[in-house]
């Protein structure tokens, strides 16, 4: 779904763009979905998921993976005809739901850490909203092409029309930039002002004559380290959406091959960021354990979203460290 291109050409140079694209495409997304997958089955296996912390980045990588899965289904355009466009119209009502599910949780995690840097409060109570809003929102967001029948092929993908008949079709248009790019580009602004104020919190406190605790209390500083890797995601999004939505207005001016390229790539690096980004996270957790497993050592009660729960324990490997240094 990156970028606006006309129908489909006959030519036989823009079949073979076509059928790169495709290939590079889809590769990436398989890539992606194999690496999301890994990610929440290793967090599953490690009963990780209890905590909140693990489950805001399970849920952005949950979304990746969707995305990733029916992308990948965009490899039937290889040998498109129109025997295959109901199944066209249904990739993409599935892709679109998927990359506003996408969209909504990041939104949602940048929330959280913003709300909390700000006001100390771990708004955990709210996570059903998150949940919720970011399943039925996009369902919703999404049936409207599909009402309006506006799905359909669009150059080498399956996605919401901008011509039809070589003519510009202006409700597919529009429909692009309503339920897609003007998202986007809202959640990019909101991001992007909440990480500076959120860095110009944090500084100014530092900052603070006599603050020996920027936090206030240990237990905000705790929290605080559990929500850090958390800020890799909303750094994801701004990164690799800008390219799609330079390519998306400038396919109108002056389309050229190098840039829908690379549009097309950061997509599916975004969502291999996201599940790669959880791997390396649980990766350096386990290797802090096994670091720190001793006798005598404290056990950590993971699952306590007000702070670290300590109790001594003299087992072995029994030291269980994920909200000790997250």
């Known amino acids: 779904m990156e970028g606006v291109n006309s129908n ?3 030519s036989s140079n823009a079949s073979l763009t076509n059928r790169h694209l495709i290939i590079i495409h889809g590769s990436l997304f ?31 990588v949950i979304g990746s993976l969707l995305l990733s899965v029916f992308e ?6 290889l040998s498109y005809d129109d025997s295959k466009y109901t199944l066209c119209v249904i990739i993409s009502y599935l892709d679109q739901v998927a990359a506003l599910i996408k969209l909504c949780f990041g939104g949602w995690v940048t929330f959280h850490l913003f709300y909390f840097v700000l006001f100390y409060k771990n708004l955990k109570k709210l996570e059903p909203l998150y949940v919720t809003t970011s399943v039925l929102l996009p369902i919703v967001i999404s049936a409207i092409p599909l009402v ?3 799905y359909g092929p669009n150059g080498q993908w399956c996605w919401i029309q901008s011509k ?23 959640l990019l602004v909101l ?70 390229i690379f549009s097309s790539t950061c997509s599916p690096i975004s969502s291999l960021a996201a599940g790669l980004t959880l791997i390396v996270h649980i990766a350096i957790v386990r290797s802090y354990a096994r670091k720190h497993s001793y006798p005598g050592q404290y ?23 994920p909200s000790s240094i997250w």
């Not at 398989?30 to 905590?51: D, E, I």
């Not at 990948?72 to 355009?77: K, L, R």
């Open 8 to 10: 489909i050409s006959c």
């Open 30 to 60: 398989c890539t992606s979905a194999v690496v999301c997958l890994f990610a929440l089955s290793w967090l599953a296996c490690l009963k990780l998921r209890r905590q909140l912390l693990y489950r805001l980045a399970a849920y952005q």
């Open 72 to 77: 990948v289904f965009q490899f039937h355009f």
């Open 148 to 150: 309006t029948k506006s």
């Open 164 to 186: 039809r008949f070589g003519c510009e079709y202006l409700t597919g248009f529009v429909e692009m930039y309503v339920t897609f790019y003007g998202p986007i580009v809202l």
């Open 191 to 260: 991001e992007s002002i909440a990480m500076v104020i959120m860095l110009v919190t944090v500084y100014y406190r530092s900052c603070q004559k006599g603050n020996v605790n920027v936090f206030g209390n240990d237990q905000n500083k705790t929290i605080f380290k559990q929500l850090i890797p958390l800020v890799a995601y909303p750094i994801i999004f701004c990164v690799f959406s800008i390219p799609p939505l330079i390519d998306g207005v400038y396919e109108f001016i002056s389309p050229t091959y190098g840039l829908r």
């Open 299 to 321: 056990d950590v009660i993971p699952g306590s979203e007000k702070g670290v729960t300590f109790t001594e324990t003299s087992t072995i490997g029994a030291y269980r460290p």
